[in-house]
């Protein structure tokens, strides 16, 4: 049995588990912390850094979804400083790949779009490197645009944490880094996929989507993973 | 009354923000008694004016030519904005940056069955290496993101000018709206 602990977010006092995030906490107390690589019902990993925080006494800036909240922590999710970030954070996410929301599957249900708009980004400062990569289209379901994929790993977690396929994974590293399927082979001849689509399904850009969709058309359903998290609590 | 000195210029895009501009409508006549519209693809004059209070730019920087015309209209102009997402980020036109102008050339002209196939090299401006978005060669005042942003939200950007104020656009367009 965890203990209850009293602490503040932005000066008011908030109280939770131990064992709960400062995001938890934040998000069941209707404050707004931008997250991509969060997803209800797969495990943390702290990558994305958009759901930076300040805590007082803290210099680092920490990132959310892994801080536990503390007895008499004063937490702080909004200032000019986690702005700045928030906002670069996308910038450089917009830059590293190939972004091209008016022409993307996704326009209109994408994450990175809806944040972008929600933080104030209305346009990128930095270069963008558009970078050549490539089109996996050999699913006969699905497709994997490497040029819309920001590397937040849902997929990767999704298919082993929930599906137990575990037919994604991350090659290579810094700016070559990229998500693979089986031993790095074409999705479509990966054998250890289910078909199930929850990769699809919890991808915030157009880079997991179904085939034969037009722009705009790709909507996303996640609320299996959260009733799949209750039904497994509930069994224990 | 001083009719304020509006200029409205088309770079590499499609004319879609121009034709969201047109969407206005009726309002049109309302902004035509404050406005003297100077330079536009709508109206027939060659050379950019002198003194433009403001001026909307549409579309990305991708030739030569568009180089050379926003260097002159930044130096004309007061109040510069990017209009829509091929000015915003370099949006469709620059879906060619990854694998530069060249393949784009051969598509376009020699690889389509033509009794002369040839790539021009006279009058139609070269292309540039790289397509830009506009803030990326000369300062932009104001940004206003969107494939195309509707019409309400050009009307709300030029009304707030008019008025003298600067346009808020928080949460009233978007990349690929």
Redesign the interface.
Known sequence: MSRVVTLKINDQDVSGREDETILELARENGIFVPTLCHLEGLSDIGACRLCLIEIKGVPKLMPACVVRAQEGMEVYTESERLKKYRRMVIELL?VEG???????VS??HCEL??L???L?V????L??R????EVDASHERFVLDHNRCILCTRCVRVCGEVEGAHTWDLLGRGIQSRVITDLNQPWGDAESCTSCGKCVQVCPTGALTAKGKAVGEMTKHQGFLTTLALMRENDR | MTRTRLATVWLDGCSGCHMSFLDIDEQLLVLADQIELVYSPLVDRKDFPEDVDVTLIEGAVSSEEDLEKIRRIRERTHILISLGDCAVTGNVPSLRNSIGAEPVLRRAYLDPTLLNPQIPNQVIPRLLPLVRPVHSVVKVDIYVPGCPPSANTILYVLTELLAGRTPDLNGKTRFGA
Request: net charge positive; glycine share 8%; proline share 4%.
């Open positions: 917009f190939n972004h091209v929301c008016s022409v993307c326009n209109g779009q809806y972008a708009q929600k104030g209305d346009h990128i400062r270069e963008y558009s970078p050549k990569r």
